[in-house]
């Protein structure tokens, strides 16, 4: 059976790496079934209404980041509040996004999805600056030090990491010690560098209405 992630992704159009490593393999649900789930493959075109681009962008940028609605639609009005206040609302929203300790513990490749980030830092694997911190959504900040908790260093899952950690890039905004198993925030979430797989600004009109 189509895993959930699969079907938002072929749903969307667009692949969003929800699935790690699978979706960069020829496995892929996007390279299979590269349609919509439900329908017969055929090709896709027709007009969209503004609305429907909208919405489409918004649920792009939110299932990348595994997100609730409701947590989803929180963070976009936090911004949207300040609107006139900051230079760059766009900017402003990814800084929000990236700094959930659940997408740092995926940027440091803690996790091959944000899903399982969510899981791992639900389930107390980490400790921020000596603290154990298993709130997905907690806001890191620069100079906090991320740490793999003692007593979780010896589980598979993050045992099977320290290979693959020595091969992997991570953003410039974020330092790792592969022999400490810890990370730290050196600098601010970068647009440029994130790259989100959706119009931000129609992020924006979509709750504006």
């Not at 790690?20 to 055929?42: F, H, L, T, V, W």
Request: aromatic content about 8%.
């Amino acid at each position: 059976m189509e895993k959930k992630s699969c079907k938002i992704c072929r749903r969307l159009g667009q692949k969003l790496f929800l699935k790690g490593e699978k979706c960069s393999s020829p496995k892929c649900a996007m390279i299979k079934r590269a349609y919509p789930p439900g329908q017969k493959k055929k090709r896709r075109g027709g007009s969209i209404s503004g609305y429907g681009r909208e919405l489409r962008e918004k649920q792009k940028l939110r299932d990348w980041y595994n997100l609730k609605e409701y947590q989803f639609k929180k963070y976009v009005q936090q911004v949207l509040a300040n609107r006139g206040k900051k230079e760059n609302l766009s900017r402003e929203l990814i800084n929000k996004l990236e700094k959930r300790l659940d997408n740092v513990i995926f940027r440091m490749n803690l996790a091959k999805s944000r899903k399982e980030a969510r899981q791992l830092v639900s389930h107390g694997y980490f400790l921020v600056n000596g603290k154990e911190v298993n709130i997905p959504s907690f806001e890191v900040k620069k100079g906090d030090l991320i740490s793999v908790r003692k007593g979780k260093k010896g589980k598979n899952i993050i045992k099977n990491l320290s290979v693959s950690l020595q091969k992997v890039q991570i953003p410039s905004w974020l330092q790792f010690d592969v022999k400490k198993m810890e990370g730290k925030i050196i600098s601010e979430p970068s647009l440029e560098e994130t790259l989100p797989p959706a119009e931000i600004l129609s992020v924006f009109e979509f709750y504006s209405k």
